[in-house]
């Protein structure tokens, strides 16, 4: 689940990225073999030889973000962190615009952590000093001020101007949120669905694309919206995640604003890809209805 208003352009297909698997893989000098399409959003994420995990990012994805996370996965390592684990090939490797990155796999299948587990590794995280060196951008979930709006062109005009003016207020009101917890390290799109169980029933942190310097409030605001709006938490569960970390983001003067504008982010990346299928579609446009309206939530789909 990617979290940012920008996403990956409908012309990051399948078939292309698989013509730039072949030939990083080729590049990175790693085993041919059957190659399993996991799945494609803001990366194709495949699995290759049975036992790694190749990342393929669209063309308008930055060369700098995926060395970042090769970075960050390396420093985490470094820490005994449980972080996904970066092959040791020289990485990212680049080929027709896109950065296509390795990975050791987790586990043959796909398990996610429970929600204290989910809560434990986000608090190590944010417990990490952050060396010298490793150079996080500053998390920007909505773009830099003054940078161009995304285009929807699979929504109704009339939903794609609306969500366009959401992302403008976001950008604007985000860094003037009264954060109460330190500015540090963050993943940037922590929840449970970037938490797997590996082999040995221990919780593993993945998907480093977001990893920044912010407010450790974003990492916690996910997991908070899941169970308070969307009903994919239980409240034992959030109340769980609560008494693992330490800290409830609910309870914040700017929770409300916050939960607003991750429904926007999770919403907007979901409206780039609704050229894609008209269950999309359809989902994006429920999504906008329910935040114009101020509707429930509940029947809100995974993506």
Not at 145 to 171: S, T, V
Request: charged share 25%.
């Amino acid at each position: 689940m990617a979290d940012l208003a920008t996403g990956a352009p409908s012309s990051f297909t399948e078939p292309l990225a698989r013509r730039v698997l072949a030939e990083a893989v080729d590049r990175a000098d790693l085993p041919r073999g059957p190659v399993e399409l996991i799945r494609i959003g803001s990366n194709a994420v495949f699995r290759i030889a049975g036992d790694l995990i190749a990342r393929v990012a669209s063309p308008s994805a930055p060369l700098a973000t995926a060395e970042k996370q090769i970075r960050v996965a390396r420093w985490l390592a470094a820490e005994r962190f449980p972080v996904t684990r970066a092959v040791d090939v020289e990485q990212p490797v680049e080929f027709g615009s896109c950065a296509v990155t390795f990975w050791e796999s987790v586990a043959p299948g796909t398990t996610y952590a429970p929600i204290g587990d989910v809560a434990a590794v986000i608090r190590r995280l944010h417990q990490l000093p952050t060396p010298d060196g490793l150079d996080l951008p500053e998390i920007e979930p909505f773009g830099p001020a003054g940078a161009d709006l995304p285009d929807f062109p699979g929504l109704a005009p009339d939903d794609a101007c609306f969500l366009q003016e959401r992302i403008e207020w976001a950008r604007e009101a985000f860094p003037r949120l009264p954060f109460e917890l330190p500015y540090g390290a963050i993943h940037g799109d922590a929840n449970v669905g970037n938490v797997l169980v590996d082999t040995a029933g221990h919780p593993v942190l993945i998907d480093l694309d977001s990893f920044a310097t912010g407010p450790r409030e974003w990492d916690l605001i996910q997991t908070a919206l899941f169970a308070t709006r969307l009903g994919w938490h239980s409240r034992s569960e959030y109340a769980d995640f609560v008494r693992v970390y330490g800290y409830d983001v609910t309870q914040w003067s700017g929770f409300e604003c916050l939960a607003d504008m991750r429904e926007i982010a999770m919403t907007s990346w979901l409206s780039k890809k609704a050229t894609e299928s008209q269950a999309t579609a359809r989902e994006a446009g429920r999504r906008i209805s329910d935040i114009r309206n101020g509707a429930p939530r509940t029947d809100w789909g995974a993506y």
